[in-house]
């Protein structure tokens, strides 16, 4: 049993790893998109930061993780 809560989080911290570097790869493009913006521009876009869907793409993926990887802790105590 212990031998599959470990492959279980093995294989849910690859998938959160694999889909991080997937935001990360479009936030990079994005970035290199808007290398010639006014300030004006980049005050605009740091203030729909707060509103971006990779941010909330990444909360999404680390609170999966985090609540799975409790539960399975949770259950191996138990």
Known sequence: ???????IAIILSI???IATIYVGKDINKT???????TPEDELAR?????????????????IITFVITIA???IFIL
């Open 72 to 74: 399975l802790v949770v």
């Open 15 to 17: 998938i959160a790893l």
């Open 1 to 7: 049993m212990f031998t599959v809560f470990i492959i």
């Open 46 to 62: 740091s203030q729909e930061y707060e509103k971006a869907p990779n941010l909330r793409a990444l909360s999404i993926i680390y």
């Open 31 to 37: 970035i290199a998109e808007r290398e010639n913006d």
